[in-house]
């Protein structure tokens, strides 16, 4: 079955660094996704990480990945009131049965701090 | 730009009565999506067209159901909405199917169920 689970909340203070953390539990997910949803808007995709890497940056953005484990992780360097938001974990569903489309956690809500 | 299009941006209807949502697309992407969003829940996979093929979730009542007339729109039809069904329902599209899919989000429809 697939399962993504992540923590409801995280608060942070401005300039501090960000870290979401997420658990899946397909292991044979090609790929995993990090998605970014402002308030009254859609998701927007913030990274992504194939499943043969370990780590992935991109500017602020460090994707981490234990596949032994099944733990994905996002850090957000230095983090900014821009940064406030609802962070979501996917994984893709092409577990080798074709299957289209991506499985979400609940999603992660950052609060920045003053 | 090329975007993902939903409308209305919120839609409120009586318990029991049709409704249709609509999605538009400049994308030119071949697969469509429709997720229904709760507040603080995983946004959940109702359906996906392939092109014209037409994939259903097992788990996705049958009271929603989902049109694709041409490449570029696709809707989705609640035929008797119940209070239950109150959530954010978002459009997605991505290129094509399996290996790395990169969904495109449009900004989604609230829709209300009184």
């Known amino acids: 079955g697939e399962d993504v689970e992540q923590s409801l909340f995280l608060s942070v203070r401005e300039g501090d660094s960000s870290v979401i953390n997420c658990t899946y539990t397909?292991?044979?997910?090609?790929?995993l996704y990090w998605y970014k949803q402002e308030p009254g808007a859609g998701l927007q995709l913030l990274t992504y990480?194939?499943?043969?890497?370990d780590m992935k940056q991109d500017q602020r953005l460090t994707v981490l990945l234990n596949k032994k484990d099944k733990h994905l992780s996002l850090r957000i360097a230095d983090t900014q009131t821009g940064d406030s938001a609802i962070y979501f974990c996917?994984?893709?569903?092409?577990?080798?049965?074709?299957?289209?489309?991506?499985?979400f956690g609940k999603g992660t809500h950052l609060i920045i701090q003053p | 730009d090329a975007m993902v299009i939903q409308n209305p941006r919120y839609q409120v209807t009586q318990f029991g009565k049709p409704v249709t949502l609509s999605c538009s697309q400049t994308?030119?992407?071949?697969?469509m999506y429709w997720y229904q969003q709760k507040s603080s829940q995983a946004p959940k996979l109702l359906f996906h067209?392939?092109?014209?093929?037409?994939?259903n979730e097992a788990d996705t009542p049958d009271n929603f159901q989902s049109r694709r007339p041409n490449t570029s729109f696709c809707f989705l039809d609640i035929r008797s909405p119940g209070l239950g069904d109150a959530a954010m329902y978002l459009c997605?599209?991505?290129?094509?199917?399996?290996?790395?899919?990169?969904?495109?989000f449009g900004s989604g429809t609230q829709l209300s169920v009184l």
């Open positions: 997605a599209t991505s290129r094509d199917r399996g290996g790395l899919q990169k969904l495109f």
């Open positions: 067209y392939y092109d014209k093929d037409f994939n």
């Open positions: 996917a994984e893709s569903r092409d577990s080798g049965g074709g299957a289209d489309g991506l499985t």
């Open positions: 994308l030119n992407h071949n697969v």
């Open positions: 990480i194939f499943s043969n890497m």
């Open positions: 397909d292991s044979s997910s090609t790929y």
